[in-house]
């Protein structure tokens, strides 16, 4: 098992940005695929972003593209969202979620992750 805590979330003005951090308690950190989800009052949980245990492979959602970025540092047991030129729309609460076993892969089905944190709200303002 792996305890997952995010932070970095915040208050912040349209245009902006923000970096959410997940720090990770697994030792074997390095052979988690981990994700970035979010979800926004009265809807689904969607998938944001992914990132594959050591190989570097990613994967956004067609909505973040371009604005926003997954990176990972091994060493520390954590997981980076970049948020840039956020929007109105991107408000919502953050979690992150992790998979053992799953080198080279990325997942975009919240399904595939046994592993979640316990959210970290981001709100922009328009």
């Known amino acids: 098992q792996v305890q997952l805590v995010e932070s970095g979330g915040g208050l912040v003005q349209g245009g902006g940005s923000l970096r959410l951090s997940c720090a990770a308690s697994?030792?074997?950190?390095?052979?988690?695929?981990m994700g970035w989800f979010r979800q926004a009052p009265g809807k689904e949980r969607e998938f944001v972003a992914a990132?594959?245990?050591?190989?570097?492979?990613?994967a956004y959602a067609d909505s973040v593209k371009g604005r926003f970025s997954i990176s990972r540092d091994n060493a520390k047991n954590t997981v980076y969202l970049q948020m840039n030129s956020l929007k109105a729309e991107d408000t919502a609460i953050y979690y992150c979620?992790?998979?053992?076993?799953?080198?080279?892969?990325?997942?975009?089905?919240?399904?595939?992750?046994?592993?979640w944190g316990q959210g970290t709200q981001v709100t922009v303002s328009s």
């Open positions: 979620a992790a998979v053992p076993g799953m080198s080279g892969g990325v997942y975009r089905n919240k399904n595939t992750y046994t592993n």
């Open positions: 697994a030792r074997t950190f390095s052979a988690y695929a």
């Open positions: 990132i594959s245990s050591t190989s570097g492979n990613t």
